[in-house]
């Protein structure tokens, strides 16, 4: 069974511009979560999409937003992108609402220059 | 404001120390805690506690729950350079609120 695939794995951006990540969960997984996490942070939550609805979202900024399309399949979107911003963001499935038990994609390094 | 202290922030040894890496926490709505070992990038899922007093155990792996004292402890015994890593625990209830600790970085020296 595949894991959970996040693409690019690296970002090179500049300030102002906009980023487009995203992640494929695992089959039959229906909740994606994204985090941020960055040295001395760790990880904070960003949001969770069930079923093509945001459950949650974290306390960040509306340039952070994300969708999640029928196959499950999410993206997360950052717009005028800042220095703060540069961080590895991990993606996260899991079965469904009732379960903590997080499976994490190898997550996708962006540097905001 | 809820949160998950864990400590040491890092922590140093040789080849076949024992290590015990702690996790205090103090959140809202709780039912699990869990704990996850991150390599490079991608966590990997080790341990999830709900019940407090008992051991789960995974080779030289093994963990507990007290919810009394609102703790959890992560032992690795026999220690090899492979368990280097930084270890996260994270204790909520469902997976938009699960709070995440800053991890304890471990360094396995030959």
């Known amino acids: 069974k595949a894991g959970v695939t996040q693409t690019p794995r690296y970002l090179i951006k500049t300030r102002g511009q906009q980023v487009t990540l995203s992640c494929s969960p695992i089959?039959?997984?229906?909740?994606v979560s994204w985090y941020q996490q960055t040295p001395g942070q760790g990880l904070q939550f960003l949001f969770e999409?069930?079923?093509?609805?945001?459950?949650n979202k974290g306390n960040f900024p509306g340039r952070f937003s994300g969708r999640q399309f029928s196959n499950s399949r999410s993206e997360m979107n950052v717009s005028t992108l800042e220095l703060g911003d540069s961080a590895l963001y991990l993606c996260?499935?899991?079965?469904?609402?009732?379960?903590?038990?997080?499976?994490f994609g190898s997550g996708t390094q962006l540097s905001v220059l | 404001e809820d949160k998950v202290v864990q400590s040491p922030l890092s922590l140093v040894v040789h080849e076949g120390d024992t290590v015990t890496l702690n996790c205090s926490y103090e959140?809202?709505?709780?039912?699990?805690l869990l704990w996850y070992k991150q390599e490079k990038k991608a966590p990997t899922f080790l341990f999830m506690l709900?019940?407090?007093?008992i051991e789960k155990k995974s080779g030289r792996l093994s963990s507990i729950l007290d919810k009394k004292e609102l703790f959890s402890i992560l032992n690795i015994t026999a220690t090899q350079t492979g368990d280097s890593a930084i270890y996260l625990c994270?204790?909520?209830?469902?997976?938009?609120?699960?709070?995440f600790g800053t991890g304890t970085r471990l360094q396995v020296f030959p």
């Open positions: 996260a499935s899991s079965v469904g609402l009732s379960s903590e038990k997080l499976f």
């Open positions: 089959s039959g997984h229906r909740s």
């Open positions: 999409y069930f079923s093509e609805t945001q459950r």
């Open positions: 959140v809202t709505n709780f039912r699990s």
């Open positions: 709900t019940s407090s007093g």
């Open positions: 994270a204790g909520g209830y469902n997976t938009d609120k699960l709070i």
